[in-house]
């Protein structure tokens, strides 16, 4: 079984401006997913996939793989379903796990752990979420409470899951059967899918200038943390 991981950058990103090039403790925002996926050992390939060539360089000197995307799946109206589709296409896998650097704290423990989910439950497609013990509604009507009882404690509420797509895995010949009869298959289609639950700072997706600021200064702080336990040893 050859398993494949996908990280997915386009150069034209519209609300951040090529925020996967921007800098954070001197290194491309990229470069910190890059870093964690290597550490796992988990695949068989990893690739980098891009419109631009920019990211060419980025993936040799990471000794990684390089996907050049067709502009047409880079464009705003692409969906993730059309350059996922596209790379199963032309890439031989049996399973692909999409890792977005958008989500640089993801650990290394976190990804393994997805890739062994996948496997062990043999998953068509396996989607990060996050658990939220908070009462939603829907079209106006509650999703997981009921407005004629008390409110419980929020620890007592039956979460809700929200996608937190750092990590999307898809078994491949599933996929392009899913999207063939489908037109998509980034939710699942119709064939096994299963929900990873992630916490705390994995959580956090870079869509927003104020996204971006919050993880610099989150990795600025936990640098100058690290700076000091290093002083404090020597």
């Known amino acids: 079984m050859k398993i494949v991981c996908m990280i997915p950058a386009r150069i034209g990103s519209k609300r951040v401006k090529k925020k996967n090039l921007r800098l954070i403790n001197s290194k491309p925002l990229i470069s910190y997913i890059i870093e964690t996926v290597k550490k796992t050992n988990c695949f068989d ?31 705003d109206s692409s969906t993730n379903d059309d350059f996922a589709n596209d790379f199963i296409k032309n890439i031989k896998a049996d399973i692909l796990i999409q890792i977005l650097p958008t989500s640089p704290f993801l650990t290394k423990e976190e990804i393994i752990s997805f890739y062994k989910v996948m496997i062990k439950k043999k998953f068509d497609t396996l989607i990060s979420v996050e658990n939220k013990q908070i009462a939603c509604i829907f079209k106006s009507k509650p999703v997981n409470f009921n407005k004629l009882i008390p409110n419980p404690p929020s620890q007592n509420m039956i979460p809700v899951q929200a996608y937190a797509t750092a990590m999307m895995g898809w078994k491949c010949s599933k996929f392009l059967k899913n999207i063939k009869k489908f037109k998509s298959a980034y939710h699942g289609g119709n064939g096994k899918t299963g929900y990873f639950p992630l916490k705390g700072l ?33």
């Open 45 to 75: 390939e990893i690739y980098l996939n891009s419109d631009s060539n920019i990211f060419k360089k980025i993936a040799d000197k990471y000794s990684i793989k390089f996907y050049e995307r067709d502009k047409k799946f880079a464009s």
């Open 202 to 234: 994995s959580t956090i997706d870079i869509d927003t200038e104020a996204d971006f600021q919050l993880v610099k200064r989150i990795m600025l702080a936990n640098r100058k943390k690290n700076i000091f336990k290093k002083k404090n040893f020597m």
